[in-house]
């Protein structure tokens, strides 16, 4: 009897998953590719790898609960090919990814494919709109900026919502199945978040109900707010697949209060689709001017900024909850972000990797968009003053009681919130008072905003 394998990558997940849905009724091998290279490669990151492997311990959970299972391959895609070939396979069913390297491989995978005449058959899924390529200006060109794409991307019809297939065909006796890593295989204490969220559908099924009936109504005035924990935190799940993009969005109500939520989900369409469209953005300035020009290199400025010690007590909260949770909020990403690239003046690919190593939902697309957006060298272009933001009125601004600063700096937990922008204006004795040396319990300023801001401006209106 010839069978079908439904490769599982980024798409760990049963409900909406168009690649199993076809496949359910004939002769089904769940597989995935345990590729040592991604487990282990420059850009691997502990806290992902241990997401994975949570993710794919449900997955396989859900295979069994409808007859199947999970069939774990070690090795690359010629050991996909290799098995195919030994258990008479005919198709290879996989869920269509839009980064360069995912593109390159499956290129790769479906000329093995040919050789040896399996049918290498890709599905939508990853995204909210199927044919997000197609979404052009009047004149066929793509998008450059976000607005007008998502005004195009907000009409593209959509696909129906899948179900989870009720009944898969048993896996073989004949066929091993394979056991996961451990953890202790892929991912190093050191860069382990101890508050990471947990991997896997049934946990992102839960929380995409818990955000949809208590939290996305206020999400257009929270969505920005520190101190509250008002986003969906749906982004690692996404990024694994352990939830469809399409069905959270097919869940989204007209009221002009999901509006908001609705279009940050098209800000992960858009990433993607540029990366599809610029694949070199992954190693270069989208905008030529910017390409090739010298940053400011300096170590100890880096690691001050990496290790949560720069003085501004807004960056260095947000550098906290990223080592201790994996996760950062978004309006906090920004902050660091223009601190990095516009305060200190180092290259946005620092903070890329930096942020590749820690998030959980660490994502090539997005990680990539929103540094380039943030350092001024992207797409979707603005006046850099725009995105160089001062972090004291940022921390005013969006975290006005100063929760979001005194949970992750404890230090400053009895320090009054007007001083939280800029702790070294507090005379000694205010200091004594509130149990906060500036300069030994915390660090004086790395630099002077005022000033790096006039350097900043200088710098990109000379390139
Ligand atoms: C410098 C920088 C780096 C980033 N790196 C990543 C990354 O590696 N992976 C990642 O998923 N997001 C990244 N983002 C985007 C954004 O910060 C996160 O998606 C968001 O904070 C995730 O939290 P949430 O799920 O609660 O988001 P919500 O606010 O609940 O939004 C819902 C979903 O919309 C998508 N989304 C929201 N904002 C954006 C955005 N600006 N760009 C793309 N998609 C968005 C995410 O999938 C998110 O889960 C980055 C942003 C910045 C400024």
Not at 90 to 111: E, G
Not at 212 to 235: A, F, P
Not at 329 to 352: C, M, P, Q, Y
Request: glycine share 6%; charged share 25%.
């Amino acid at each position: 009897m010839t069978k079908t394998i439904v490769w599982f990558r980024n798409d760990l997940r049963i409900h909406d998953h168009p690649a199993l849905h076809a496949a359910a009724g004939k002769d089904v091998l769940p597989v995935f590719l345990l590729d040592q290279t991604l487990l282990t490669s420059g850009r691997h990151s502990a806290n992902r790898n241990r997401f994975l492997i949570e993710s794919l311990k449900d997955l396989r959970e859900s295979l069994k609960s409808i007859g199947s299972n999970l069939i774990i391959l070690d090795g690359d895609v010629q050991t996909l090919i290799d098995f195919s070939k030994k258990h008479d396979v005919t198709k290879i069913h996989y869920s269509i990814d839009y980064t360069p390297y995912a593109r390159k491989r499956d290129a790769a995978v479906k000329q093995l494919c040919d050789d040896a005449s399996i049918d290498f058959v890709g599905y939508p899924g990853r995204l909210a709109v199927d044919s997000v390529k197609d979404i052009v200006t009047k004149s066929s060109q793509a998008y450059k900026v976000f607005t007008p794409f998502y005004r195009n991307w907000s009409e593209v019809s959509r696909r129906d919502v899948l179900p989870a297939p009720k009944q898969l065909s048993a896996v073989p006796q004949s066929v091993a199945i394979g056991s996961l890593p451990t953890l202790k295989d892929v991912a190093d204490d050191l860069h382990l978040s101890p508050d990471a969220a947990a991997g896997g559908e049934s946990t992102a099924r839960r929380r995409m109900k818990d955000f949809l009936d208590n939290d996305v109504t206020s999400y257009i005035n929270n969505q920005n707010d520190l101190g509250v924990d008002g986003t969906s935190r749906l982004s690692s799940y996404l990024h694994f697949g352990c939830l469809s993009v399409r069905e959270l969005e097919a869940q989204l109500t007209d009221a002009d209060n999901q509006a908001a939520f609705r279009r940050q989900l098209a800000w992960r369409d858009f990433y993607h689709y540029v990366l599809l469209h610029y694949p070199d953005n992954t190693k270069q300035e989208f905008q030529e001017r910017y390409r090739g020009r010298a940053w400011t290199e300096n170590e100890d400025l880096l690691k001050a900024w990496q290790d949560a010690k720069t003085g501004y007590p807004i960056v260095d909260a947000a550098m906290t909850q990223l080592h201790k949770e994996g996760w950062m909020h978004n309006r906090a990403r920004l902050i660091v972000g223009s601190f990095l690239t516009k305060d200190l003046g180092i290259d946005w690919r620092s903070g890329e990797d930096h942020f590749l190593r820690w998030l959980t939902d660490g994502d090539m697309a997005n990680n990539n968009g929103n540094w380039q957006w943030i350092a001024s060298v992207g797409v979707d272009p603005a006046p850099v003053f725009r995105r160089l933001y001062n972090p004291s009125s940022q921390q005013e601004k969006y975290d006005p009681d100063g929760n979001y600063v005194r949970r992750y700096l404890p230090v400053f937990k009895d320090v009054p919130t007007k001083y939280l922008g800029k702790p070294w204006e507090m005379t000694d004795d205010q200091q004594a008072e509130y149990g906060v040396q500036i300069g030994k319990d915390y660090p004086q300023p790395v630099v002077d905003h005022t000033q790096a801001r006039q350097r900043a401006l200088e710098w990109y209106r000379a390139n």
